[in-house]
């Protein structure tokens, strides 16, 4: 493994920091964005991954950061990955 590969186990550790960090509730839907980056990855092209989860971020932030806000900014984007032919 390399000295930038983060193992599995230490993925808890990461978000409670990133949550102390930013201030981030401690609800942090980690499996949520996760599956986003896959779907994306696999759908669309891996490089999208993490604009993606970066772009569900915003739009849920603007609609008010709930989880429900989350969840439907990360709803949108998968279904967009499931159906995109490389058009927008």
Sequence with gaps: MSERTLPPEALDEWAAALKAELGLPDDLP???I???AR???TGVARPAAPLS???AGLAAGRAGGSADDVAAAVAAITARA???E???
Aim: without cysteine; negative net charge.
């Design 39 to 41: 779907d994306v990855a």
């Design 34 to 36: 996760l599956d986003l």
């Design 53 to 55: 989860a970066f772009a």
């Design 82 to 84: 499931a159906s995109w």
């Design 86 to 88: 490389g058009a927008p």
């Design 30 to 32: 980690v499996a949520l």
